[in-house]
């Protein structure tokens, strides 16, 4: 839980820092070429089909770059499994999305994105439906990171 409260601190330094992020992501995600990894490929355009508004596509676009920002930047490690990530991912989310009305608007979106995040790191899921846990090491936080900006691509596309 510890981490999880870091990451969510880190978010808001990035969004403090770095408040071009929340511009509806028209800026820097647009000049930084979108690499989807391979594994992601097929989440990445069932999002990509899906009907999004493109102001909420803007919305979710921005969070996830900044999302991927953090990834990035995460320097001290305090991301280090990606159970922090989910639980982090699931709480930001919701917090950011839920007061523009967009949070449970899309249906099968979440899921999408779960397992868009999910293939970026190797994790499967159990005989529960339940994402297993993975480690995280430095290669395995990139591809996250480039999932995150694949996903946010997609929803504006």
Known sequence: MKNVAILLIATAVVLAARPDLLDGGKSQSDAVPVVVPEECRTPIDAIRSMNIDARDGAE?????????DVLENDTENWVGASVDVRVAHQRCGKLTLADKGIYGRYSGLAGRIDEALAASIGSTKNEKGEYEPVVLNETKKRNLAQAARAVAWAVKE
Do not use: D, H, N, P
């Open 60 to 68: 979710i676009a921005s969070f996830y770059g900044a999302f991927a």
